[in-house]
DNA sequence: TCAGGTTATCTATAAACAAGATAGTAGCGA
DNA sequence: TCGCTACTATCTTGTTTATAGATAACCTGA
């Protein structure tokens, strides 16, 4: 059974005629009969009265709809793929709680507006259960902390952020090294990569990491900072959009230390469903005018 | 885009592999890779990742849903015309008021018995309607008074039916023609076979067809009768199936009054899906039990 | 019965397909 | 780094299938 024999038998039946049929479907009548000719044997049952006026039989009808629906799921898969200008369909994206809730707004609603039928599905996690989800194929791009080494795969930096330390009381310089070890650090769940950098300042401190207690989102955890549970690392601009809300102070972190970029990693471009490519362009449009010093590999 | 080349698709996502797709789809690697580039080539885009594991893209699977809604609406319908044993899908019957509560019944539970998966419409209407609907296709097969003389339609008597007189009191001899043109007659709506036959009684008695009411349901017909509105005709077995619920009286009719049949009509057995075959069975299978004496046509 | 329109059949050409053989490639382990 | 293995891509060949056009058969309505 083949799509084309349904759309002729459909279209048969819309009609009424094989050769009003056959001209609908840019082919000749022979052809018609042909095809209604082959589904009827191979499904032993006569679909199409010919005497007199040509209309489906019981069976036909019964066809016919399943037909349509194997028809319009054909189509609309197609339009998935062809469908000129407006993208449609399913885009997953992962990213960072930092991102998603900084950044990602608002490329999101550019996004939106530019593609109103794509439904969006946001997943958020730690850089390494990010990688994870994108090799898997569970989403279709991820927004994480460094570029993907692992060949055919496309990196494009989105973001730079700058970490800063983050502490319930104004800070002038670096707590002292005690005042680091007797503190608490609240980080996110095991795998983000702000947190290593919580390490790595630790270490330039002299000082082992203590007690490190992890958080699935940045509100709770920006709430327990403010609570004078501990210090947390996090990117001056996640900060700053919160600090209003919560009673908390930030300090800038040396430049080696601070610096972090944050990769939009995909599957090449030729396996881009539009939905996603149209998804590459909002962003690199956003990053363009953020900072024009972009780098694609 | 062809439902051969999806199945492929779909095989290769899931059993993540070419050569083992084309061993459970019996046939070689070449062609899966074939099949898969040119759905690739057609939708201009990556639908597999070849390199290292082979899975599907965002694309594929994106793809690969489609191709389910697709192939599982082709797998019903052929499930419709190839199930072995257990027809499916509908079947719709058209019957006249009086087939429908008499003799439907037990010849419909018989069927759903036998054939559980079978979604059963039944429309009710006078002969003329019935015929209407089995000319248009709306129903699959009725159940009217009369063959159908138009060719290419498959008629088999089913039933055969004794006419009597119903009024609210006994009676032992025929109303005289005085009593008769005085008294309304009830029937169902224009197009019903029996309101030709009350026609007919009333002309071999010597008088005109006074008032005739129209009715649209048997019961609401049964109780004006009972309340000594007037007159009608029904085959016996209906009157006798309702006279514990209702005051009325029957007198029999002359045989060649008396007498009708009801003929199960559908078209060409060829067209048959096997729902309706199979109720044709089980409908010959009652009408064998009643009476041997069956007609087909 | 005839005319007009419609479907079925036939045929030659072109295209598509399936299977097998072979070449190329990635990943793995020594 | 070097094979080894398992996999996909490509090529070839013979066969099948699709297409368009011409023609025959058919039905309906006048």
């Given at each position: 059974m083949q799509l084309k024999s349904l759309r002729l038998l459909v279209a048969v039946a819309e009609t009424g005629s094989f050769g009003a049929a056959a001209k609908r479907l840019h082919t000749v009548q022979s052809n018609v009969t042909t095809h209604i000719k082959k589904l009827e044997e191979e499904l032993g049952v006569q679909l199409i009265h010919r005497a007199g006026r040509v209309r489906p039989t019981s069976a036909g009808l019964a066809l016919v709809e399943y037909a349509e629906r194997m028809l319009s799921a054909h189509d609309e898969a197609v339009s998935l793929f062809k469908g000129q200008e407006k993208a449609c369909g399913r885009l997953r994206i992962g990213a960072m709680?930092?991102?998603?809730?900084?950044?990602?707004?608002?490329?999101?609603?550019?996004?939106?507006?530019?593609?109103?039928?794509?439904?969006?599905?946001?997943?958020?996690?730690?850089?390494?259960?990010?990688?994870?989800?994108?090799?898997?194929?569970?989403?279709?791009?991820?927004?994480?902390?460094?570029?993907?080494?692992?060949?055919?795969?496309?990196?494009?930096?989105?973001?730079?952020?700058?970490?800063?330390?983050?502490?319930?009381?104004?800070?002038?310089?670096?707590?002292?090294?005690?005042?680091?070890?007797?503190?608490?650090?609240?980080?996110?769940?095991?795998?983000?990569?702000?947190?290593?950098?919580?390490?790595?300042?630790?270490?330039?401190?002299?000082?082992?990491?203590?007690?490190?207690?992890?958080?699935?989102s940045l509100d709770a955890m920006l709430g327990c900072v403010a609570a004078g549970m501990g210090y947390t690392v996090l990117p001056r601009g996640t900060v700053e959009?919160?600090?209003?809300?919560?009673?908390?102070?930030?300090?800038?972190?040396?430049?080696?230390?601070?610096?972090?970029?944050?990769?939009?990693?995909?599957?090449?471009?030729?396996?881009?469903?539009?939905?996603?490519?149209?998804f590459a362009e909002t962003l690199r449009d956003a990053v363009v005018v953020n900072e024009p010093q972009l780098t694609a590999s």
């Open positions: 709680e930092t991102t998603t809730a900084l950044r990602l707004p608002t490329i999101l609603a550019a996004y939106h507006a530019a593609q109103p039928d794509v439904d969006i599905q946001i997943k958020t996690g730690p850089t390494a259960e990010l990688v994870e989800l994108l090799l898997n194929g569970q989403v279709d791009c991820v927004f994480v902390a460094g570029r993907l080494e692992h060949g055919r795969y496309h990196s494009l930096k989105a973001f730079s952020e700058q970490l800063v330390l983050v502490g319930s009381t104004p800070m002038t310089k670096m707590p002292s090294s005690q005042a680091l070890l007797t503190s608490a650090f609240l980080a996110f769940r095991q795998g983000c990569s702000y947190r290593q950098r919580i390490e790595l300042m630790l270490a330039s401190q002299g000082v082992n990491a203590g007690r490190i207690f992890e958080f699935g959009a919160h600090q209003h809300r919560f009673g908390i102070h930030t300090l800038a972190l040396p430049t080696s230390i601070a610096n972090i970029d944050t990769y939009f990693v995909a599957p090449e471009p030729e396996t881009w469903t539009p939905a996603l490519a149209s």
